[in-house]
């Protein structure tokens, strides 16, 4: 066998197991090759206490913003109609880099690390957009990994909310893709 057909099968065996609905995780270790995958929370990649301690000081940043407000209530205060209306895309914006969910309904996360598509290839209408009504087993999405694509479906039915992610942005494993709101 050639390395080229070993890579092949890898790559049908990783299809395998992600369209398997009943392998919550698998690791394969060929040569110098490991690979491993989790459908479970935490999975493979539990997290340690030293990442959550990080994860704070990226929230101040994101509290400096909010710090130049008051330094720029003056000119706002002549201006009361925009000022409210310039803060909106702010905190969309903000919601969006902390990964917090601003719809309320059922949270659809990345199972795997990879690269989030929207669509099933460049220029294409994406697989759903916000307000979409979703079925059970409908394509919401791709999360491509190592050349391999691997298609999110709705476990549950009903109404994209919010859309968390942009098209071709890296996904960690277990980060909210998107928001559905079940029928």
């Known amino acids: 066998m050639t390395d080229t057909t070993n890579l092949q099968d890898l790559k049908a065996l990783l299809k395998w197991a992600n369209l398997s609905d009943d392998i ?16 479970t929370p935490g999975g493979l990649n539990r997290p340690a206490p030293a990442p959550e301690a990080a994860a704070a000081p990226a929230a101040a940043p994101a509290a400096s913003p909010a710090e130049q407000v008051p330094a720029q209530q003056a000119p706002a205060q ?16 903000q919601s969006k880099a902390s990964g917090a969910p601003a719809a309320e309904g059922e949270t659809v996360t990345a199972p795997m690390v990879g690269t989030y598509y929207a669509s099933p290839k460049p220029g294409a209408d994406p ?36 859309i968390l992610v942009d098209n071709e942005d890296a996904v960690e494993h277990g980060q909210p893709l998107m928001i559905i709101e079940p029928k």
């Not at 697989?127 to 409908?138: I, L, P, R, W």
Request: charged share 30%; proline share 4%; glycine share 6%.
């Open 24 to 39: 919550q995780e698998l690791q394969i270790k060929y040569g110098d090759i490991e690979l491993a995958m989790s459908r």
């Open 78 to 93: 002549e201006e009361p109609a925009s000022a409210p209306a310039a803060q909106e895309p702010a905190d969309q914006e």
């Open 127 to 162: 697989f759903v957009k916000v307000g979409d009504e979703v079925e059970v087993g409908q394509v919401l999405c791709i999360v491509e990994v190592m050349k391999l694509m691997n298609n999110i479906e709705a476990k549950f039915a009903g109404t994209v909310k919010e």
